[in-house]
C-alpha cells in the first residue's frame, strides 16, 4: 500500500491566519460597529417619535412620564449598568489613560454596551434632553475591546488599538463624519497620533462608514447650507462676536456640569446621595417643566429643531437655547447614559438663530453654523474635532476658515472658565494614585466628591482584580 504522509499547513494558509489575526478581527469589529450604530439610531428617533405621539395626544403626560422614566433610569443604572452613565467619552479616555488591562473589564463589559443602548432609549421615550453620539462611542469601543478574545495571546497595545478604532468608528458612523472621527481619535481620545495605530484605525472609521451608508445612503447630519461664495464685509465681526458668545456659554455648560456640587442646592445633593432614584424624578419634572415652557422644543437630542433652524422652517424662541441648556444640564446630572453632542448643537444652533437679530443681513444658516461649532467646541475644549464634524454634517466647505476660527477663539475663551469637559470627567473613573497633579492645578478644578455609581463601580472593579 502506498505510504500516506502529512503535511504541515501550507505557508499560504499560515499567512492567511495572520492576515486574520493583524486586520480580519479589526474588519469584523468595525462592520459590527457599523451595524449597531445604524440600528441605535434608528431605535432612538423610534423612541422619540413614540414620546412625540404621547405628548402631542396629551400635553400634560410628560408630568408624569419623564420623572417616572427618570426615577427608572437612574435606578437601573446605579443596580446594573453602573459605568454607563454619562456620554461614555470620558470612560473611553480613562480606559485609555490608565491602561485597557486594567480598566477596560470594568468600563468596557459587555453588559455595558446592552445597558448604554438599553437605557438611553428609555431615557429618550421620556423625552430627556440627550444624545446617541457619545454614546456610539462607548459602544463601539466596547464593542471591538471585547473581540479581544478572537485573539490566541492578546497584549495591551492589541487592546488598545481596539479601544482607539472602535470609539472613532462609532463616532464616525454616528455622524457620517469619517474625517472627525480621525481627528477626534487623535485630538480628544489620545491627544498625540501614534503612527502604529493609524492604518487599523482608518481601516475601521472606513469599514464602519461604508456599512452605515450602505443601509441609509450617502446623506450629510445636518443637510447642505447654501453660503455666497463672496467674502460677507461683516463675517469677520460676526465670528469674533459669535466665538465669545458661544466660548462663555460653553464654558458655563462645562463648569456646571464638571462643578455640579459647587451650585446644586445641599438638600438636592443629599437627594443625590442617598435617595438617586428620587433625584432623578426631580430631573424629570424639570426637563417635563422646561419643555412645556418652551413649547415642547426643549425635548430630546434637539436634531430636528438645529436641522430645522438650518432649512428655514423652524421659528424657535429666543430663549430656546438657554432653555435647553438647562434641560440638557438636569439631563445629565442623574447619572443616565446620554451624550451631548447633538444638545450642544441644538443649542448651538438657537445662539445662531438669537445672533441674527445683531446681524440680519448675514444668512441666518451661515450664523447658525459658525454658532453650533463655537458652542460644541467650548463645551469639549477640542476645538479641531467640533470644526470638521460640523463642516461635514452641513456639507460647509465654503466656511471652512470661519468655522476654524470660531472653534479656536471659542475655545480659548472657555478654557478660562472650565477645563476641559471629557477630561475633567475622566479623572472620576481612574484609581486615585495615577490621577494627575493637573487635576488640581486646573482653572476650575473638579472636588473630589464620588457619588454611589462612581464608588460601586470602583468597588467592581477592585473585585475583578
Known sequence: MPRITLTRPSGALRHARQLWRRYGIFWLGAIAVGLIAV???????????????????????????????????????????????????????????????????RLLAPRLLAGKIAVSLLGIVGGFTIGREGPTVQVGA????????????????????????GAAAGLSAAFNTPLAGI???????????????????????????????GIDGNYTYFG????????????????????????????????????????VPSALTRLRQERPAAF?????????????????????????????????????????????????????LPGIPGGIFAPSLSIGAGFGNLLHMLFDHLQLPMLIALAMVGYLAAATQAPIT???IVMEMINGH??????????????????????PLYE??????????????????????EPRCEDEAESTARQDGAAGR
Open 183 to 213: 481627528v477626534f481619535a487623535i485630538e480628544e481620545l489620545t491627544r498625540s497620533f501614534e503612527s502604529r495605530t493609524s492604518g487599523v484605525l482608518i481601516t475601521a472609521i472606513i469599514i464602519a462608514g461604508v456599512i452605515a451608508l
Open 224 to 263: 447642505t447650507i447654501q453660503a455666497n461664495s463672496q467674502f460677507p464685509g461683516m463675517l469677520a465681526m460676526a465670528v469674533a462676536v459669535t466665538a465669545l458668545v458661544t466660548g462663555l456659554a460653553g464654558g458655563l455648560f462645562a463648569w456646571l456640569l464638571v462643578n455640579h456640587s459647587r451650585w
Open 398 to 419: 465654503a466656511l471652512v476658515i470661519s468655522l476654524m476660527a470660531t472653534a479656536l477663539i471659542a475655545s480659548r475663551v472657555s478654557r478660562l472658565i472650565a477645563p
Open 424 to 445: 475633567a470627567l475622566s479623572h472620576r473613573y481612574l484609581t486615585p494614585q495615577t490621577q494627575p497633579a493637573a487635576v488640581t492645578a486646573s482653572p476650575m478644578p
Open 386 to 388: 467640533s470644526f470638521v
Open 39 to 105: 440600528t441605535y439610531a434608528r431605535l432612538i428617533d423610534w423612541g422619540y417619535d413614540a414620546f412625540l405621539t404621547m405628548q402631542h395626544r396629551h400635553a400634560w403626560l410628560p408630568f408624569i412620564v419623564t420623572p417616572v422614566v427618570g426615577a427608572a433610569s437612574v435606578w437601573l443604572t446605579r443596580r446594573f449598568f453602573a459605568g454607563a452613565e454619562g456620554s461614555g467619552i470620558p470612560q473611553v479616555i480613562a480606559t485609555l489613560h490608565e491602561g485597557t488591562t486594567k480598566l477596560g473589564p
Open 280 to 332: 432623578g424624578a426631580v430631573c424629570g419634572l424639570i426637563i417635563a417643566i422646561v419643555g412645556a415652557v418652551s413649547g415642547g422644543h426643549t425635548f430630546g437630542s434637539g436634531y430636528a429643531e438645529a436641522r430645522g433652524l438650518l432649512e428655514g422652517h423652524e421659528h424657535l424662541s429666543l430663549l430656546y437655547p438657554f432653555l435647553k441648556m438647562i434641560s440638557t444640564v438636569a439631563s445629565y
Open 142 to 165: 466596547a464593542l471591538m475591546f471585547n473581540l479581544r478574545r478572537l485573539y490566541p495571546r492578546s497584549t495591551a497595545l492589541i487592546e488598545r488599538q481596539l479601544v482607539l478604532a
